[in-house]
């Protein structure tokens, strides 16, 4: 499943509300850390929040945009119902948003990948 997340200081959690009254869905949670979260899950859901949002984003363009790209994929089918040439674009999606994303521990190469979706390259 996609996840978006959008936090907040509790104090200012009214700006969340009015994101989710806004867009019409996501919910709301106060967190023991004094931030309030709002979250939006599911593959149809983050697409189409990320489509409104890419003319706004200025950091993670991209990862935002090969994310909107994989969540079209997914919100027609289940990985077991997609063809071969759906399931290689994933991974070349996943691939670019690995690649933009900082992160100290090891990451997926294409071919762990394809051998995790039972692919051949």
Request: proline fraction near 2%; include cysteine; hydrophobic fraction near 40%.
């Amino acid at each position: 499943m996609a996840t978006i997340c959008f936090y907040q200081d509790t104090r200012h959690a009214k700006t969340l509300e009015w994101i989710r009254d806004l867009f019409g869905i996501g919910y709301l949670s106060k967190r023991n850390d004094g931030m309030s979260e709002l979250r939006i899950n599911g593959y149809q859901q983050v697409g189409d929040i990320l489509k409104l949002l890419l003319p706004y984003i200025k950091f993670k363009k991209i990862q935002a945009e090969a994310l909107a790209q994989a969540c079209d994929i997914l919100s027609k089918g289940t990985l077991g119902t997609l063809k071969n040439k759906q399931l290689k674009l994933l991974i070349d999606l996943v691939l670019i948003i690995q690649k933009e994303n900082y992160a100290t521990k090891s990451k997926k190469t294409k071919d762990d990948l394809y051998s995790i979706l039972g692919l051949t390259p």
